[in-house]
T-cell receptor
């Protein structure tokens, strides 16, 4: 089945630094999503990407949908303490058949920000 | 607009029991997906419902089942609970195919 490889697994940074994480897949996805999850809560959607090559920003966050449709990255600029959490990438195939409603998730990147 | 709600938030059961979890999607969303999250396996897709029909199912045993009602609310049921079923169960709703999924806070199930 499809698998997403997300890296790095964890990051320890100083407040104000920029962060970059990425996901790669052996399969082509038609949608890439980035989520942030706080302990004991559900994932919160940060950015959604629908077209190969698309670059989308949401405040200090920027994400790109790779040209090959097999990868995506997320950048966080000027990190702040509230950026702490686990970041997940997720991919979805075209709607239909075995792809209905199914997101395939990466393993997550644990981000720690030191004040 | 209210977000996805899940009840209960926490549940403790013993092996062999069964459990029912509930999910209310965002108003107007007709698709509900369920996921299991564990430290070892991460987020795994369970199944998806749209207009009261299960359209997709993940690789889980038949002890895991679900249903969707005419108001789009969904329930999932796990029968004959095993220790390994301890997890955070998340539901997500979306407005249609290939659109963003929005997650609820989850139900933390502990099986003793």
């Amino acid at each position: 089945g499809q698998q997403l490889n997300q890296s790095p697994q964890s990051m320890f940074i100083q407040e104000g630094e920029d962060v970059s994480m990425n996901c790669t897949s052996s399969s082509i996805f038609n949608t890439w999503l980035w989520y942030k999850q706080d302990p004991g809560e559900g994932p919160v959607l940060l950015i959604a990407l629908y077209k190969a090559g698309e670059l989308t920003s949401n405040g200090r966050l920027t994400a790109q949908f790779g040209i090959t449709r097999k990868d995506s990255f997320l950048n966080i600029s000027a990190s702040i303490p509230s950026d702490v959490g686990i970041y997940f990438c997720a991919g979805q195939l075209d709607a239909g058949g075995t792809s209905y409603g199914k997101l395939t998730f990466g393993q997550g990147t644990i981000l720690t920000v030191h004040p | 607009k209210a977000g996805v709600t899940q009840t209960p938030r926490y549940l403790i059961k013993t092996r062999g029991q069964q459990v029912t979890l509930s999910c209310s999607p965002i108003s107007g969303h007709r698709s509900v997906s369920w996921y299991q999250q564990t430290p070892g396996q991460g987020l795994q897709f369970l199944f998806e419902y749209f207009s009261e029909t299960q359209r997709n199912k993940g690789n889980f045993p038949g002890r895991f089942s679900g249903r969707q009602f005419s108001n789009s609310r969904s329930e999932m049921n796990v029968s004959t609970l095993e220790l390994g079923d301890s997890a955070l169960y998340l539901c997500a709703s979306s407005s249609g195919p290939n659109t963003e999924q929005f997650f609820g806070p989850g139900t933390r199930l502990t099986v003793l």
